[in-house]
């Protein structure tokens, strides 16, 4: 039933001592988006973000090629399918956002 | 089972947020050592005895489950039932469950089995521990939570496809990524490769057919901090039934366990159990005083107590379209105001220690508090 005297902890110390709960800061602007030329433009599913939290909730994707970046999408699930998928030929063969749409903010039980 | 009021460590806040708990306090206080508890080594060797039996009798249960097919007494979808028999059938890795009882002194009574995405592991096997240390160093606590988890997974390596085990949860979750975390870190110590992917962030190669990470890595093995009721609504789980060979932990056979109908089933196949609560499917109830409670539901929503016909205490919430389950009530003594729950663990199919919430509240929900234990000889 004793538990040995020595508890160690390799990750979750470091990762988390110096981690807030992050919390949205909501900007009441509409925000239209779209990944790319060939996709259509959505309104962003709630996610009136702050530009400091923009990077995280729209995280973009895409590749180097011929010296410059081509940008492919989103790694979103605040942007719909339609308009992250559109027709470009460089998009990554990965689609997101088809878990964690449940909008619980914690599962605790 | 004594309850004994104290004085909280100076500067306990930052002892445990040394330690990685950054959610000891959210609108009300969670994480309380104004109080521990008080257990006699008899007492905890009766929470471990009817742990180790409840498992083994939720295991028969389960099977029960399957070869009646009583998929639709659990709310479950067709078309999730292949998923649940391969998981069952491959014996897919399963970690960890918390059965919560009520206890007077005497009678130990399950009231739930959270099977899927139990959460307060941190605080059971981490926090309370490191309590015990500056409290009471000399006495000891229901509490091999730490290494039995990482026994464990050592134990499953072999057994898991070769590669990377993915751990998952929401992103928006202090307590849900502390969770995952801390599970992570100790299947790092077991030296299994490991990397954190938020739920949102999985993807689907099309072309390849498989789930990958934000790098595009493909997805083999994944320890989910994320129910099984929300994955099988959601739109990958079409894509999760076109790559069957993925291990998601805990399986899917945890749907039966972790779904409140199993308690009826439980009640049915052991009637003479003296941890088994009478408990009937609404539509089959014939008990006076009951609790009644969906079979889906979190943290305590949408429960009603009835005595004699009439509601004694409830729940709101957003849960009970999928149907009720009415079980016995219990009386739970009083220590002051507060009520506590005992959640016991089940790690590697062995009792591995326990946790304490408590409440003012007949009806145990999100905001009752977190309390420690320890053991008097």
């Not at chain 2, 007492?43 to 009583?70: F, N, P, R, S």
């Not at chain 2, 941890?275 to 006076?288: G, I, P, S, T």
Request: proline letters at 5%.
């Amino acid at each position: 039933m004793k538990k040995s005297k020595v508890v160690n902890l390799v990750l979750i110390t470091a990762a988390l001592a110096s981690c807030s709960k992050p919390k949205p800061d909501w900007d009441s602007n509409e925000v239209y988006m779209r990944s790319d030329t060939t996709a259509n433009y959505t309104h962003t599913q709630g996610m009136h973000l702050s530009p400091f939290l923009w990077y995280y909730a729209f995280r973009p994707y895409g590749m180097f090629y011929g010296g410059r970046y081509h940008h492919s999408g989103y790694y979103s699930s605040s942007l719909s399918e339609r308009s992250n998928i559109g027709r470009s030929a460089m998009k990554g063969a990965a689609i997101r956002g088809g878990f964690g749409g449940s909008h619980s903010f914690s599962v605790s039980s | 089972m004594q309850r004994h009021t104290i004085t909280p460590r100076n500067n306990w806040q930052a002892a445990v947020e040394k330690l990685g708990f950054g959610f000891h306090t959210a609108d009300v206080p969670y994480w309380d050592e104004n109080a521990y508890y008080e257990f006699s080594l008899s007492e905890v060797t009766q929470i471990e005895t009817a742990t180790a039996e409840l498992w083994g009798m939720c295991l028969e249960a389960v099977q029960y489950v399957i070869d009646h097919k009583l998929y639709h007494k659990f709310a479950i979808p067709d078309r999730a039932i292949a998923v649940i028999e391969k998981s069952w059938n491959d014996d897919v890795p399963a970690i960890y469950g918390r059965f919560d009882f009520g206890f007077d002194g005497t009678a130990l009574k399950l009231f739930e089995f959270n099977a899927d995405t139990p959460t307060s592991l941190f605080e059971a096997g981490i926090i309370q521990w490191f309590w015990l240390q500056d409290f009471a160093s000399h006495k000891d606590q229901f509490n091999s939570v730490h290494e039995r988890l990482i026994d464990y997974w050592k134990y499953l390596k072999p057994y898991l496809h070769e590669g990377i085990l993915h751990f998952t949860c929401v992103k928006h979750s202090l307590e849900d990524l502390t969770t995952a975390e801390y599970m992570r870190d100790c299947a790092i110590q077991a030296g299994i490769p490991t990397k954190l992917v938020f739920i949102d962030d999985i993807g689907w190669n099309q072309e390849e057919c498989e789930f990958v990470d934000l790098e595009d890595q493909e997805i083999k093995n994944i320890f989910k901090l994320y129910p099984w009721e929300w994955m099988v609504n959601e739109p990958f789980f079409d894509q999760l039934l076109l790559n069957p060979e993925v291990y998601w932990i805990e399986p899917a056979w945890k749907m039966i366990l972790s779904n409140k109908a199993i308690l009826p089933v439980l009640w049915k196949l052991y009637p003479n159990c003296p941890y088994v609560l009478e408990c009937y499917f609404e539509e089959e109830n014939r008990l006076k005083d009951y609790v009644k409670k969906p079979i889906y539901s979190r943290e305590g929503a949408n429960i009603s107590i009835i005595k004699d016909g009439q509601i004694l205490a409830e729940t709101r919430g957003i849960y009970g379209k999928e149907g009720f389950i009415c079980q016995q009530t219990f009386n739970i003594p009083r220590f002051g105001s507060k009520i506590p729950i005992i959640g016991s663990w089940v790690i590697g199919q062995q009792p591995s220690g326990m946790g304490i919430r408590e409440d003012d509240s007949l009806i145990t929900g999100n905001t009752s508090c977190f309390i420690p234990h320890l053991i008097n000889n």
